[in-house]
């Protein structure tokens, strides 16, 4: 067993660097070994893995499946490797985290350093989408998502409920007027977000009486990803409506203007999404909770 941690340890080093050369030398290991190791592990697999020309190694789509799948299995193994260690030697190993791109320009990365000066022997990666993910097989330790409470087979912490705003450019209440009222939004237009297109259905969100409200919009544009979403609004194209901290220094600065301040919107809901597993990773509980106190600070 042994053996294959250290193959599949060599394995995801050579795809990461795409290079049996380049990972040979950063594990300090001979080419010959690497490249030996990695034709045994496809062997036992039957299947190959790894495509090679004399330019450039890429993974195979057998090899991409089971590059994921390595990861995951690595990071359990190293779980399990610091399970009982003393808690002043610090967090170690690699965090892999999915969040909405808004949600890591806006929020996350500017204040992302602090997180990784605590922890000196840990790494991230952070990839930037809003699409539906499969957690295990692309290798992710957590998801951040926004909005109703997902089901999708895992489990969803509640970090935070974001404040909401309403909010058009300059360029486009000038054009359509400044609605001080529902009634003025007769003529007005919605750009429309949805994770999947083909929903053009829009409504303007508001609370009556702490009751969720919708009135139906017409929507001219609908997108599928958060940063279009604010470019869209910013390029003059419809009202928004979105986190507030997404949109505040285009608020401070007068790039967009917020529509009918006085109507309440009901507040964002942010999860933290994992795969069920009997423990929630130390890496993964100490980001966790760093962002919550981000967010209640935000």
Known sequence: ?????????????????????????DLGLSKTHVSNRVGQLETHLGTRLLQRTTRRVTLTQDGQLYYQRCLWMLDEMQELDNLFQDEGQGLAGKLRIDMPTGLAKNLVLPKLGQFLDSHPRLEMEISCSDRRVDLVAEGLDAVLRVGAQPDQGVIAR?????????????????????????????????????????DSQGAFEYLQDAEPRQLAMPARLTVNQTEAYSQACLAGLGIIQVPEHGVRQWLASGQLEQVLP?????????????????HLSKRLGAFSRWLEGLLAGA
């Open 1 to 25: 067993m042994q053996d294959r941690l250290q193959a599949m340890q060599i394995f995801t080093r050579v795809a990461e660097l795409a290079s049996f050369t380049l990972a040979a030398a």
């Open 158 to 198: 509640h970090l935070a409920d974001m404040p909401m705003v309403s909010c058009a450019s300059p360029s486009y209440l000038d054009r359509y007027g400044r609605p001080q009222s529902l009634a003025d939004l007769n003529g007005h237009q919605l750009v429309h977000y949805t994770q999947v297109l083909g």
């Open 262 to 278: 006085q109507l309440a919107i009901a507040p964002m809901p942010l999860w933290l999404l994992y795969p069920h597993r009997r």
